[in-house]
């Protein structure tokens, strides 16, 4: 083996359930990078930047609940992150932290086999529905927030962004409803009440849930309702594709994505 593999880790706590060093590793292979990718657990983001370069790490991916920490300590920021003001990518260039986002644009991948989108209505309001309404607002499509609390809304309102709490909501009409609330993911709780939830669902195509490998309660409504839905396997997919071009300094092709989506799927 050679010395010099580059060492890419992922960062989170937890971080044991991650499925990106399987999905990263499987795309190393494919192209015959020199590349290993490993988990790294992290107590405490203040420290990511520090513990990223002393451990002479090529690259990183950062998840819950780091992604606003690694925002804050790196060198530089690039692209949309500077808005969102989270990150989910490092990339050690000359010694120095570079950031990305690469959550919000795989997003947008995610959606594009649902066809022309125009008007979406974003359910939740965390660091995931501050990543897709960006994305949403750059590409000039209409995006409206709705959550359960007023507390996180201010961040919408100071980018101009619609946003309502379940009791002010005046429904209108959508292309496309996503869930980014974690209300699914290890309950089954519907992300936002029912009423609502058939009102909209009545005119809508599509619905997109962030959560992944499981239908949730709200696709399974929306799914009853005869939409096309889509789970967020595609999201994590595509956020781990742009990275893996970040770390590599190449364009992925096909089979390299196909490859990282069948390892996305093995357990
Ligand atoms: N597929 C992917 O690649 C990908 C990437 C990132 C995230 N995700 C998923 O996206 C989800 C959100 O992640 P996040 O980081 O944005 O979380 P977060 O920052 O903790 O935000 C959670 C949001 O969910 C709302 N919420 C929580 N429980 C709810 C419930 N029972 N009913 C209605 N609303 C509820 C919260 O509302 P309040 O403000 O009222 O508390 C808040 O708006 C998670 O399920 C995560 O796994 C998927």
Redesign the pocket.
């Known amino acids: 083996m050679s010395e010099k593999k580059e060492t890419f880790v992922i960062f989170g706590n937890p971080v044991a359930h991650s499925k990106s060093p399987q999905m990263h590793n499987a795309g190393f292979e494919n192209i015959d990078y020199d590349g290993v990718y490993k988990k790294h657990h992290l107590e405490d983001g203040n420290t990511i930047k520090e513990v990223f370069l002393e451990n002479n790490y090529e690259g990183a991916n950062i998840?819950?609940p780091h992604?606003e920490f690694a925002y804050e300590n790196a060198d530089e920021v690039r692209g949309l992150a500077n808005e969102i003001k989270a990150v989910?990518t490092y990339i050690n260039e000359d010694g120095k932290v570079i950031a990305y986002n690469t959550?919000a644009p795989?997003?947008l991948y995610?959606i594009e086999s649902f066809g022309e989108i125009k008007k979406v209505l974003l359910?939740?309001?965390?660091?995931?529905?501050?990543?897709i309404s960006l994305a949403l607002q750059q590409s000039d499509i209409d995006v409206t927030v709705l959550?359960?609390?007023?507390?996180?809304l201010s961040f919408f309102k100071e980018h101009n962004i619609k946003s309502s709490?379940w009791e002010n909501f005046v429904p209108e009409e959508y292309d496309l409803i996503v869930?980014?609330?974690?209300?699914?993911?290890k309950?089954e709780?519907?992300?936002?009440p029912e009423e609502i939830l058939n009102q909209v669902l009545k005119t809508a195509c599509c619905a997109f849930?962030?959560?992944?490998g499981k239908i949730t309660p709200f696709l399974a409504k929306a799914k009853e309702n005869g939409l096309k839905i889509k789970?967020?396997?595609?999201?994590?997919?595509?956020?781990?594709v742009l990275a893996f071009e970040y770390f590599t300094k190449a364009n992925t092709d096909e089979s390299t994505i196909e490859v990282m989506r069948k390892a996305l799927k093995d357990n």
């Open positions: 998840t819950v992604k989910n959550d795989g997003f995610a359910l939740g309001a965390g660091g995931t529905a501050k990543a959550n359960r609390s007023e507390g996180k709490t869930n980014s609330t974690s209300a699914g993911l309950d709780y519907l992300p936002c849930d962030c959560v992944y789970d967020g396997e595609d999201m994590l997919l595509y956020q781990g």
